[in-house]
Nanobody, 123 residues
């Protein structure tokens, strides 16, 4: 069973940056498609981005394009979400997720989930 643990959340001012990390244990991360989701207060969980098994392909939600970037390290079994130019509306609980097969932007296509890390952006 793959277990995911996120880290790196915190409080940052608008315009600032944060880097979230997620480490996988109990499996080989190179076989997984990784994704990041978030849940803002009072909202449904939403797709942020994903990265292919090889790391060659990434896709992002429109609201983070050009500001966020996902990368992976298959040796360390980690995936990172670099968040730049943060806005107050980026305040959310951020979750990493992993899929054994191809995954889309739908949370239903991911098999494993972390517990999340809180990101708060002050104005």
């Amino acid at each position: 069973q793959v277990q995911l643990v996120e880290s790196g959340g915190g409080l940052v001012q608008a315009g600032g940056s944060l880097r979230l990390s997620c480490v996988a244990s109990g499996g080989t991360s190179r076989d997984l498609t990784w994704g990041w989701f978030r849940q803002r207060p009072g909202k449904e969980r939403e797709f942020v981005g994903r990265i292919s098994r090889s790391g060659d392909t990434t896709s992002y939600a429109d609201f983070v394009k050009g500001r966020f970037a996902i990368s992976r390290d298959n040796v360390k079994n980690t995936v990172a979400l670099q968040m730049n130019s943060l806005k107050p509306e980026d305040t959310a609980q951020y979750f990493c997720a992993a899929a054994r097969m191809f995954a889309s932007s739908s949370s239903a296509t991911f098999d494993y989930w972390g517990r999340g890390t809180q990101v708060t952006v002050s104005s």
